[in-house]
């Protein structure tokens, strides 16, 4: 029994022991689990920077060729320097950088349009015709546009350094999948341009340039005249729309027009005009000293384009014409008779293709007519030698001359004569004039007698003429021959009423032609 409690004893110590054991094991476990340090994570190396087959390819995406051409001069100079280490806290990271791109406004723009300006006035010099170069309606032909476009392009992109511009951008990665993944790969691309806009800033309303055409100096008549280019209305909106195209723009330039369609015409009178690049025509009829006043103002391109004939083209023959049949021969887009320097009066000085063939200088006021289309005065007693004579012509360029008078108007000055040997100055007889508004800009005029019993039945006196192209604005007039003479031709046909209500025959007239070759 003693030996049973002894062993009992000894089992039950041994119990307390091993669960003693236990608990100081469990215990002395979870304090290790408790207490062991934290191991710190490894932060990852920094993102490189993209390079060679990483680098994000640029964002155009070329169509058409000035795309293409934008492409490659964009991929001549893109590249890219780094701004300072990149930043990073193990999870995100940031890289700053500067970006060499092309600046497109400057590559497709700055300068370039007036490039293709220049290009394209290079071909219109080498153009024979208007329509190597533009469409009906005088816009350059598209397809040469945009070939001298994209040859430009072509040119600017084999030094497309001159045009880079510089860009800051920051690169944001984050990591993810124990790798690094670029946030924002647009801040690579430079800004697309739209290449429509480009072309359209480029090339879009290009100023019209008219081809310099000139007329042979010794040519007898000028050009064929384009019959669909003869307008007769009643209406000054045809008109007003007609000196909106572009070739009536560039001949009236800075001057300013007479013509405007709030004028008061003479009852059931038609407006008239001509155009074409190198000619504007407008002829109207008006109210003027109780007379029909018949004006026509012209625009020309060339001094050529103002010319005489003279009849049988021979000086001091005599088949004499009438002024429509002048204008015929000589394809006149307007023709007014002249100074009928062959009607038995020796006077003035007179000039035919750069030849003096009467030389009477004491007598009258001459009109001397240059290569460019001035007029120039020598009045009645300037020139006395004939050597010194010719060499104002050779000095001054001088074509032909009108040897009538008296000078109405020089220089913006008033100088009409109360008396003068020609043309009856003081009585009433019809009156006819040619004057100067500005480079290459005239009026012509004529002042009849309207239908009799009619509000227009009167003549006018030579001071009426006068003070009809003062208030006009003409900076020089000149009197032609009147009376009979003073007639005015447009389209080949006789326009206004004549005094003692027949057109007669005379020796030469003034007239104006079309540059533009025949087809």
């Not at 689990?33 to 680098?55: C, F």
């Not at 004057?435 to 290459?440: D, S």
Request: with cysteine.
């Amino acid at each position: 029994m003693k030996a049973f409690k002894i062993t009992l004893l000894l089992f039950l110590i041994l119990l307390i022991l091993v669960f003693g054991a236990y608990v100081v094991l469990r215990m002395s476990g979870l304090e290790l689990q408790l207490s062991a340090p934290q191991l710190p994570l490894l932060a990852p190396a920094p993102p490189p920077l993209p390079s060679g087959d990483t680098l994000p390819k640029l964002a155009l995406q070329p169509a058409t060729a000035e795309e293409k051409l934008l492409d490659q001069a964009y991929a001549a100079v893109w590249s890219y320097t780094p701004d300072g280490e990149c930043e990073t806290d193990g999870k995100t990271a940031q890289q700053k950088l500067t970006l060499t791109v092309l600046d497109a406004d400057r590559f497709a723009g700055s300068g370039l349009r007036e490039e293709l300006i220049g290009r394209l006035s290079q071909r219109v010099e080498r153009a024979q015709r208007a329509s190597e170069v533009y469409d009906a309606q005088f816009q350059y032909l598209p397809e040469l546009v945009r070939e001298d476009y994209l040859s430009l392009l072509q040119e600017r992109g084999s030094h497309a350094g001159d045009f880079c511009q510089q860009q800051s951008v920051t690169l944001r990665y984050v990591y993810e999948d124990d790798g690094w993944v670029l946030q924002n790969p647009e801040v690579f691309y430079p800004l697309q341009p739209n290449a429509e806009s480009l072309y359209a800033a480029a090339a879009g309303d290009l100023p019209y340039q008219p081809l310099h055409y000139t007329i042979e100096e010794n040519a007898l008549c000028g050009p064929v005249p384009r019959e669909e280019n003869f307008i007769v209305t009643d209406d000054p909106a045809v008109i007003s729309a007609l000196l909106e195209r572009p070739e009536a723009k560039a001949l009236i330039g800075d001057e300013t027009l007479l013509w405007n369609p709030d004028l008061t015409l003479i009852p059931g009178s038609l407006l008239r005009c001509y155009l074409d690049e190198s000619i504007l025509c407008i002829v109207w009829q008006e109210e003027e000293a109780r007379a029909v006043g018949t004006f026509s103002e012209i625009f020309i391109a060339d001094g050529s384009q103002l010319r005489r004939k003279i009849s049988s083209d021979e000086p001091f023959s005599y088949g004499f014409e009438r002024t429509s049949s002048f204008a015929r021969n000589a394809n006149a887009v307007l023709a007014v008779g002249g100074d009928f320097y062959y009607h038995g009066r020796n006077c003035g000085i007179s000039v035919y293709q750069r030849e003096i063939i009467r030389f009477r200088p004491d007598n009258a006021d001459t009109c001397f007519i240059t290569a460019d289309g001035d007029m120039l005065f020598r009045y009645l007693g300037d020139d006395t030698d004939y050597e010194d004579t010719k060499e104002f012509l050779r000095d001054n360029d001088v074509l032909f001359s009108l040897a009538f008078g008296p000078v109405l108007i020089d220089d913006g000055v008033d100088v009409t004569p109360e008396d003068y040997l020609w043309g009856e100055v003081k009585d009433y007889y019809a009156r006819s004039s040619l004057g100067l508004l500005g480079r290459h800009h005239y009026l012509t005029m004529n002042i009849n007698c309207g239908k009799r019993g009619t509000e227009y039945d009167h003549l006018p006196s030579l001071r009426d003429a006068a003070d009809a192209m003062v208030r006009r604005g003409c900076w020089k007039a000149y009197t032609l021959d009147g009376g009979q003479t003073a007639t005015t031709a447009f389209h080949y046909e006789l326009i206004n009423p004549v005094q003692f209500g027949k057109e007669k025959n005379i020796s030469d007239v003034i007239y104006f032609a079309t540059a533009v070759p025949e087809e």
